[in-house]
């Protein structure tokens, strides 16, 4: 199946190198200059993932990351010229699911691509796998095949990432997860240290969930240790 991949970025050209090494992938490529361009795209074609830049005229990626995640759970690359902390923070906070600092190696943004396609589209599956493509949990309910989440039959909605850490934490309750544990069997790569992915991602589960679920919690910290489910 082709993937449908928009690059959003004001600088023709970042925006073309990515786009020679995409194409070389064999994607389909749709580019926007700026963030009323991209979500004119959103609304009249399939994307399969956004690579997105932060820093445009207009209106800037952040936002445009916000008004994406109003309609869809679309997986979104995050480009910024700033390396701080608070901006990675800030852009996984809005609903990014990677982020990258420019300038960048575009083969390990071919890399990136790949891995949160995989996950959109996959899903994580080693040893933890449930018995079943469907867990349910008390009032929750997380179907593998439709990738899709319900608390007393509302739906919540998850980015892929989101998702994909529900899963692998739901499939084995009581089991605590490190946040190396998770980076690694979800991001499929290497985890560094002060690398702040997970918690971010955990945070923003949390925040969904609990709305749903009238302030239940779910996912527990196991402090120093790492993070569970408990039931």
């Known amino acids: 199946m082709e993937r449908h991949i928009l690059i959003v970025d004001d600088d023709d050209k970042i925006a073309k190198l990515i786009e020679i090494y995409l194409l070389n992938e064999g994607y ?9 361009k991209a979500l004119e795209i959103m609304q009249n074609e399939v994307i399969h993932l956004v690579v997105l830049d932060i820093m445009m005229p207009g209106m800037d990626g952040i936002t445009v990351c916000l008004k994406i995640r109003e309609t869809n759970m679309t997986p979104i690359l995050m480009l910024s010229a700033k390396d701080g902390d608070m901006d990675k923070i800030t852009g996984l906070m809005t609903g990014a699911d990677d982020y990258m600092v420019k300038p960048f190696n575009p083969l390990e943004l071919v890399a990136r691509v790949k891995s949160l396609l995989r996950r959109a589209f996959y899903s994580a599956q080693p040893a933890l796998t449930a018995r079943d493509h469907l867990i349910e949990l008390g009032s929750l309910q997380i179907d ?6 319900r608390v007393d039959d509302r739906p919540v909605k998850l980015t892929p990432i989101e ?3 529900l899963f692998l934490l739901a499939s084995q309750p009581g089991r605590v997860f490190s946040s190396e544990d998770i980076f690694e069997l979800i991001w499929k790569d290497k985890y560094f240290e002060n690398n702040n992915s997970v918690t971010v991602h955990i945070s923003r589960l949390r925040d ?24």
């Open 28 to 36: 389909v490529v749709f580019k926007a200059e700026n963030g009323f």
């Open 144 to 149: 593998k095949e439709t990738h899709s989440v």
């Open 163 to 165: 998702f994909s850490i």
């Open 208 to 231: 969904k969930l609990e709305k749903e679920m009238r302030g239940e919690k779910l996912i527990r910290t196991v402090w120093g240790v790492g993070y569970k489910i408990e039931i």
